[in-house]
């Protein structure tokens, strides 16, 4: 997750003209997070619903919770580019608010994934749940890679790479719903996707953590 750590060492890594152009790239991958997630996020969970896929609607709302991440990252990047610094007490609030919606979304799947286990309830297959998290194993590691190659260039600059640390999670559960939705559509037990949905809830309590507490994951 994000920090409310200044960028260390990015000044030195760069001159001010390489670090502005760096900055406004950094800008841009955060915006594009932004706008792919929401539209993920919108097409997963309508999909999820329509077939009762609880793994599927999770996976859909923690887009939704990557994309007020990226709003955070693209909020200091600006600032930075208008030569201020944001108030850190708000934005420590604001990633407390990231927690809390990460919580909310590990209690959802958790809750609902017992429920289906126990009233063995089978849903439906979602072809077009497979089509956008195949699309999202895509675009995910090639922007994960993006945005640690910016992060490096300017100095290991902490805020990229939490970002980047952030993108190659949402790859990690973008892997586990698409092997459960495939081995369900294969073999049709029910039972797979609460517990792919029960892998979503572990990363979302984890990342709901690494907020709550301000750490920064920057490791692969």
């Not at 001010?16 to 792919?36: D, H, N, S, V, W």
């Not at 097409?43 to 859909?60: D, H, Q």
């Not at 369900?184 to 517990?195: E, I, M, Q, R, Y």
């Amino acid at each position: 997750m994000t920090s409310p750590d200044h960028h260390d060492d990015a000044a030195g890594a760069a001159g001010p003209e390489q670090t502005e152009r760096l900055t406004k790239r950094g800008l841009r991958l955060a915006q594009f997070t932004i706008g792919y997630n929401v539209l993920e996020g919108v097409v997963a969970v309508s999909a999820g619903l329509t077939a009762g896929l609880v793994s599927l609607v999770g996976f859909g709302l923690d887009s939704g919770i990557e994309s007020i991440s990226a709003i955070i990252v693209a909020f200091r990047l600006s600032a930075r580019l208008r030569g201020g610094e944001p108030d850190e007490d708000k934005e420590r609030l604001a990633l407390r608010g990231v927690a809390v919606t990460f919580f909310l979304l590990a209690a959802y799947v958790t809750i609902v994934g017992i429920r289906d286990l126990l009233a063995g309830e089978k849903p439906d297959t979602s072809t077009v749940g497979i089509v956008i998290l195949v699309l999202s194993l895509i675009v995910m590691p090639w922007l994960a890679w993006a945005k640690t190659r910016v992060g490096r260039a300017l100095g290991n600059d902490r805020l990229i790479l939490a970002d980047a640390a952030e993108t190659r999670i949402c790859v990690l559960l973008s892997a586990s719903t698409l092997l459960g939705l495939v081995a369900f559509t294969l073999t049709g037990h029910a039972w797979l996707d609460p517990v792919a949905g029960f892998v979503i809830a572990v990363f979302a309590i984890r990342e709901g953590r690494e907020a709550w507490e301000g750490e920064l994951v920057e490791e692969d």
